[in-house]
C-alpha cells in the first residue's frame, strides 16, 4: 500500500468463508426468506431460489472476490485501479447502498435485542393472548427505547469493526457462526416436534407449481441478490483481505452453500410453528416480531423459545452489520488514508444518524412517502435500485471488460485449474445481466 503499512489479512481461508458468510447470514435468511417463501407459494419458490442462488448468486459472488482479492482494494479504488473510466462510479454506488443499508438494518438491529429481554419481560403474557402486535406498535413508537437499542446494536458493530480484520471480525464471526448454527438446530427440534408441525413442512416442502406466477422469478433473484451480500463490493472489500494462495471458486461455493442452508433451515423452524398454532404464513415483514411471538406464547416455555430466536437473529444482523460498516470503512481508510479506528469511529457515527429517520418514520412521526415509510424507502432504494445495477455492472465488468484479469484471479495464475471457468463466464456475460436487468425493471415498476 502506498503509505508503507501492510493491508490486513485473514488469519485463515475458514475465517474468511465464516466471515462472508457471517456477512450473507443475516435477516434477509431469518426474517426476510421466510415470509417472501410464504407469500410467493412454499416449496416451489425454494426450488428456484436454491437454483438461482447456485448458477447467479454463485458467478457474481466469486466476480466480487476475483475483483477485491486481485486489486487488494476497497470497492471503490478496486474498480479504479482494475480499468478507470466510469467504472468506480460501481464502487461507489456500493458504498452509498453500505451507508443506506446499515442505516436501517442498524433500527431493527435494535428491535432484535430488545426483544431477547422482552421475552422474559411480560412479552409472552401478552401474545398467550395473541397481543403481540400490539407491544410491538407500542414499543416501536416508544422513540427513546428504539433509538436506545439502535445505539447499542450499532455500539457493538462498531466495536468489532475498529478491532479490524483478523482481531476483530474474523475473531467474532470464528465464534458467532458456530453459535448460530447450534442456536438454529435446538429451535429446529423444538419446531418439528409440536403437534401439527407436518401441514407446515408440506406447505414447505412439497412444491407446488401452480402457485408461481411472473412474480416469483424477480422476487427469487432478488432475495438471492440481498441474501448472499452482492451487489455492493462488500465480497470485493473482504475479498481484498484474502492471500493470494488461496482458492476463490471453492471459497465462493462454501459461502453459497452456508448461506442456503441457514435460510432454508430458518423455514424448517418458522413454517412448522406458524402451521402448528393456524397463523398466516404469509403474514408479511410482520411475521418475525408479531406472529412469531403469538407463537410461542403458546407454547410451554414460551420465554425460552422466544429469547433463544432472538438471539439468533441478533447474531444474524450483527455479523451482516460488521460487513455493511466494513465497506464503508475500508473506502474512507485507503482513500481517504485515515487509519482504521477514526475510519470506523467517523462512518458509524454519520450511519448511525441516517437511521435515526428510519426509527422515527416506523413511529409514524415521519409521514409516509408514496406508501413507504423512510426505512422501506431506504430498503426499497437500495435493494431495488442500487444492489440490482451493482451487480449487473459487476457481472459485466468480469464478463466483457477485465476478462483476461478475472480468468487469472479465479484459477491462481493457472496454477489452480477452474472446472467451470466456461459456464461462469457465460452466466458472467450474458446469463446474469440479462436475469438481474428483467428484475430491476419489474422491481421498479412495483
Ligand atoms: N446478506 C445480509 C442479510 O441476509 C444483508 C447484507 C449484509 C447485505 N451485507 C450486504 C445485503 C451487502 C446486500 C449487500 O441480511
Not at 478496486?78 to 442505516?103: D, E, N, Y
Not at 494462495?245 to 465462493?252: D, M, Q, R
Not at 468480469?398 to 466456461?422: H, I, M, Q, R
Amino acid at each position: 500500500m502506498s503509505n508503507g503499512t501492510e493491508r490486513e489479512q485473514w488469519g485463515s481461508k475458514i475465517g474468511f468463508v465464516l466471515a462472508a458468510a457471517g456477512s450473507a447470514v443475516g435477516l434477509g435468511n431469518i426474517w426476510r426468506f421466510p415470509y417472501i417463501t410464504g407469500q410467493n407459494g412454499g416449496a416451489a419458490f425454494v426450488v428456484i431460489y436454491v437454483a438461482l442462488i447456485f448458477i447467479i448468486g454463485f458467478s457474481v459472488m466469486l466476480a466480487e472476490m476475483a475483483i477485491g482479492r486481485n486489486a487488494q482494494l476497497n470497492a471503490v479504488g478496486s474498480f479504479r485501479k482494475l480499468k478507470g473510466g466510469m467504472w468506480p462510479i460501481v464502487g461507489w454506488m456500493g458504498v452509498i447502498a453500505g451507508f443506506i443499508i446499515l442505516s436501517y438494518y442498524g433500527v431493527i438491529g435494535g428491535w432484535t435485542i430488545s426483544y431477547i429481554l422482552k421475552s422474559f419481560t411480560g412479552l409472552m403474557d401478552f401474545a398467550a393472548q395473541g397481543e403481540a402486535g400490539q407491544v410491538f406498535g407500542s414499543f416501536v413508537s416508544n422513540i427513546p427505547q428504539v433509538i436506545g437499542w439502535q445505539l447499542v446494536f450499532m455500539f457493538v458493530t462498531i466495536f468489532v469493526v475498529y478491532k479490524g480484520i483478523g482481531g476483530g471480525i474474523e475473531k467474532c464471526c470464528r465464534v458467532l457462526m458456530p453459535a448460530l448454527f447450534i442456536l438454529l438446530l435446538v429451535l429446529i427440534v423444538r419446531s418439528v416436534t409440536l403437534p401439527g408441525a407436518g401441514e407446515g413442512l408440506s406447505f414447505y416442502l412439497k412444491p407446488d407449481f401452480s402457485k408461481m406466477n411472473a412474480g416469483t422469478f424477480g422476487a427469487a433473484l432478488g432475495q438471492a441478490f440481498f441474501s448472499l451480500s452482492l451487489g455492493m463490493g462488500c465480497m470485493i472489500t473482504y475479498g481484498s483481505y484474502l492471500g493470494k494462495k488461496e482458492t476463490l471458486p471453492g471459497a465462493a461455493v462454501q459461502v453459497c452453500f452456508l448461506d442456503t442452508m441457514v435460510a432454508l433451515l430458518a423455514g424448517l423452524v418458522i413454517f412448522p410453528a406458524v402451521f402448528a398454532f393456524g397463523v398466516d404464513a404469509g403474514a408479511g415483514a410482520g411475521l418475525t416480531f408479531i406472529t412469531l411471538p403469538n407463537v410461542f406464547g403458546q407454547m410451554p416455555g414460551g420465554p425460552i423459545w422466544s429469547g433463544l430466536f432472538f438471539l439468533l437473529l441478533f447474531v444474524a444482523a450483527l455479523t451482516s452489520a460488521i460487513s455493511l460498516l466494513e465497506v464503508v470503512t475500508a473506502y474512507i481508510i485507503d482513500e481517504i488514508k485515515m487509519p482504521r479506528q477514526k475510519a470506523t469511529i467517523i462512518a458509524g457515527i454519520l450511519i448511525t444518524l441516517l437511521g435515526i429517520p428510519s426509527a422515527l418514520g416506523v413511529a409514524g412521526i415521519i409521514p409516509k412517502f408514496a406508501g413507504r415509510d423512510f426505512l422501506d424507502s431506504a430498503d426499497f432504494l437500495a435493494s431495488n435500485v442500487l444492489l440490482p445495477l451493482g451487480g449487473l455492472f459487476i457481472a459485466l465488468f468480469v464478463g466483457w471488460v477485465w476478462t483476461d484479469g478475472a480468468k487469472k484471479e479465479v484459477t491462481n495464475n493457472g496454477s489452480a485449474p477452474f472446472g467451470l471457468y466456461v459456464p461462469w463466464l457465460w452466466v458472467c456475460r450474458l446469463v446474469a445481466p440479462i436475469a438481474i436487468a428483467y428484475i430491476f425493471i419489474t422491481g421498479l415498476k412495483w
